[in-house]
């Protein structure tokens, strides 16, 4: 859709509905030195602090001590799953069969091992 298409859109839309065309915005801005909008930041940076409603010493301390109680248990429940779940572990790795594959590579001899005059017979 071509420029002159939308305008043309535009005054018919707003003759029908009875308002006015909007207005186009004026693109060249005012430019605003570096300083004044530092400054005016600031100012707003300060403003926006005096609304802050911080924490008393007593809030502070007692959610630091919720927080790590809750890590506490996080761990503890953590590590109890872990030992858990090793034990099983080690308890199915002792009941495979002779003839698995974990215990045949446990009989295998390295090369490291095998002396020249055994490779000889």
């Not at 530092?38 to 919720?66: C, H, M, Q, V």
């Amino acid at each position: 859709m071509s420029d002159k298409s939308t305008k043309k859109d535009d005054k018919k839309i707003a003759k029908d509905t009875g308002k006015k065309t909007p207005a186009k915005k004026d693109s060249s801005k005012k430019k605003v030195s570096p300083i004044k909008a530092a400054g005016k930041f600031i100012r707003e940076y300060k403003s926006e602090l005096k609304k802050i409603s911080w924490p008393s010493a007593k809030d502070t301390t007692k959610n630091a001590a919720i927080t790590l109680a809750a890590i506490a248990v996080v761990g503890v429940f953590i590590w109890v799953l872990d030992f858990g779940l090793s034990q099983v572990r080690d308890l199915g790795l002792k009941k495979i069969p002779e003839w698995s594959a974990a215990a045949r590579a446990e009989d295998t001899v390295s090369p490291s091992e095998v002396s020249p005059s055994e490779i000889a017979e």
